[in-house]
């Protein structure tokens, strides 16, 4: 009988009845209502899912990404696709995926769209004083103004590279979280900051792109983003190695693996993991808050800016751009276009914006990047 009720003691006593915390009934909450969202809702479910999955793991079972102990005991599995964060590994490959899926077409046939990629960073510099303020170092300010760009691989990229690794869960769950709630944030900022009358306004068809120019894209981009800001090739580089898979023709095989299978992989082993840094002990903090906080406003910010930026550029074009378009600046591709294009179509059910916002919108990737080049090259890191 002692050794059936010692049995049955140790049984119960491994259930995690015994070691949850509130906390972790709070952190199961928000996993499942991100569950929720991306499910029902279909918020970004590609990256949500897998998210709100790790976190939902981590709070059940904190030793699933417990790192390699002292005495060589083996780490827990999420620990290892974690390391591939930490490495920046994941973020670049799937910037090459990005890549390849991406059409630049609407960017080369308007390289003003370039303007309004760069306009919707302002978010990104304003969040960083906004950091600093509020008591963060300088690379932790930089590592936490990324989100206002609204692009998860870079964020993971930034914190990893300027030893941010501690900031890196709630950094990237913010990231992720505002590019899944694009549709919910951006458009009140959009029709705050822009009358019925333009967002009317109709924008001549772009021109033809000819296949050597999407060719060249690429390369030229490379080189010239490369050469200024070198830091900024394991992200630039992958991206437009990626798109010239796509648009050189010669390597269906290559463009296919990349921006399906390849891409699809990387997606699962960064989402788990990243959602699995957001153990209660780890998220549930002040600090987290005040992350969460200045990355709403970064991204609150950006929008604007580049709706403003727009609105600068209809009034130079004597009514030819749609400030809308400028929204789509934020890197949150193609959701940042798609938005766009449902605000206008709003206004004017026969307005079709989405090809002039996907310019801004792929202008907004490589603004990012640079962005966060920027900020490499300021500190000094390699």
């Known amino acids: ?117 760069a306009a919707a960073q302002f978010g990104i510099f304003a969040a960083y004083f906004g950091a600093i303020a509020f008591g963060f170092n300088d690379k932790a300010a930089a590592a936490v103004s990324i989100i206002g760009g609204a692009d998860g691989p870079t964020s993971i990229f930034l914190a990893s590279k300027l030893g941010q690794t501690g900031l890196l869960g709630p950094i990237a769950v913010a990231a992720y979280s505002y590019m899944s709630l694009v549709p919910l944030i951006q458009p009140p900022i959009m029709k705050l900051l822009t009358t019925e009358e333009e967002r009317k306004i109709k924008m001549a068809q772009l021109r033809p792109v000819s296949k050597l120019e999407k060719i060249l894209f690429p390369i030229v981009v490379t080189i010239v983003v490369c050469l200024i800001l070198p830091t900024t090739a394991p992200l630039v580089g992958m991206l437009m190695l990626g798109n010239l898979f796509r648009e050189s023709g010669v390597v269906k095989q290559l463009q296919e693996t990349a921006s399906n299978a390849l891409m699809y992989i990387v997606v699962i082993l960064l989402g788990t993991s990243v959602g699995a840094t957001t153990s209660a002990e780890a998220f549930l903090n002040w600090e987290t808050l005040k992350i969460v906080a200045l990355g709403l406003a970064a991204f609150c910010f950006g929008t604007a800016a580049g709706v403003l930026f727009g609105k600068i550029m209809c009034v130079a074009t004597k009514g030819k751009v749609n400030p809308l378009i400028g929204s789509a600046g934020v890197s949150a591709v193609p959701m940042a276009a798609r938005v766009s294009q449902k605000v206008g179509a709003e206004a004017d059910p026969t307005n079709f914006l989405l090809m002039h916002a996907m310019g801004p919108n792929v202008a907004g990737v490589i603004g990012t990047a640079v962005a966060a080049g920027t900020f490499m090259a300021i500190f000094g890191v390699f």
Not at 16 to 34: D, E, H, K, R, S
Not at 97 to 110: H, R, Y
Request: a negative charge.
């Open 1 to 117: 009988m002692s050794y059936i009720a010692d049995t049955l003691n140790n049984l119960i006593h491994q259930t995690a009845f015994f070691n949850i915390t509130g906390g972790n009934l709070l952190m199961i909450v928000i996993a499942c209502a991100f569950l929720y969202l991306a499910i029902a809702k279909g918020f970004e479910p590609l990256l949500l899912t897998p998210i709100a999955f790790g976190m939902l793991l981590v709070n059940i079972y904190p030793d699933i990404i417990a790192p390699i102990g002292e005495d060589g005991t083996a780490g827990g599995l999420l620990y290892y696709f974690y390391l591939l964060d930490e490495w920046a590994i994941l973020p670049s490959l799937i910037f090459m995926g990005v890549g390849a899926m991406t059409d630049f077409g609407p960017l080369i046939a308007n390289p003003k769209s370039f303007l309004l990629g």
